[in-house]
């Protein structure tokens, strides 16, 4: 159980602090195969992942007669063995983001990949969402495991409504907070930090034109509880504040 669990939170920083990824679907020139490309994503305040794509990628067309796909992420560390390095398959459907969540999407789009805006202006270019349905995780050798996906669901967490509040109460009220995290977690001084997205795994922090994750030791899907966490972790780097 201590195993899976640290599986699953290495699996979510991997998950949280990338944008980029190899998208695999099934080709419909070439029934049977799969066929791979290069994709980049973000992810939502749940798990699931959202992707900007063209109706002429390949990918795009393949998914439209068959929305079994997998993505697989990874963190090559160039210093040492390539093949102990960390990877996360995610196996699910390709659907088109519903009409009512396109703005929402739109809008986590530009906060995290912000040369997405241009694409808007093409009519071609659709979001998507990979509701995931099973997770493999690779850690290096021997750290192999496929991972609970209930946490990994397509649910919005009882807070979501209120993400934009809650940040701006935190950027208003608690910039401290905010300032402290990083430092502890990333070794950045930046009293200009400010929070920018939430998730329920963690939050973003935007510095110095970066955007860093502050993960939490567990997903958090009610209002109480998030501010439990933020209570929690201001008094862990109360040394850390600036």
């Known amino acids: 159980m201590f195993k899976r669990k640290k599986y699953e939170l290495e699996a979510v920083k991997l998950y949280r602090s990338a944008n980029s990824a190899i998208l695999s679907t099934m080709s419909k020139k070439y029934e049977g195969y799969p066929f791979g490309s290069f994709i980049t994503y973000v992810s939502d305040i749940n798990r699931t992942l959202l992707m900007y794509t063209s109706d002429i990628a390949q990918h795009t067309i393949n998914l439209k007669k068959n929305s079994k796909a997998c993505v697989t992420l990874f963190k090559l560390d160039t210093d040492f063995d390539k093949q102990n390095s960390s990877r996360l398959t995610l196996m699910g459907d390709l659907k088109a983001v519903p009409s ?46 496929w991972l609970d996906p209930k946490n990994w669901k397509d649910d919005s967490p009882k807070w979501s409504k209120s993400e934009q ?31 920018i997205a ?45």
């Open 100 to 145: 009512d969540d396109l703005e929402v999407c739109q809008e986590r789009f530009v906060t995290f990949l912000p040369e997405s805006k241009k694409y808007s202006s093409m009519h071609d270019f659709k979001f998507y969402k990979l509701e995931i349905s099973r997770v493999r995780w690779i850690g290096g050798f021997g750290d192999i495991a």
């Open 165 to 195: 509040m809650m940040i701006d109460h935190m950027n208003d009220d608690h910039s401290n907070v905010i300032q402290s995290a990083l430092h502890a977690c990333h070794g950045i001084r930046d009293k200009n930090a400010t929070m």
């Open 198 to 242: 939430l998730t329920i795994d963690g939050y973003y922090i935007s510095s110095k034109e970066n955007i860093y994750f502050i993960n939490f030791d567990a997903p958090i899907f009610k209002p109480i509880d998030y501010r439990k966490v933020l209570v929690k972790q201001a008094k862990e780097y109360r040394s850390y504040e600036l």
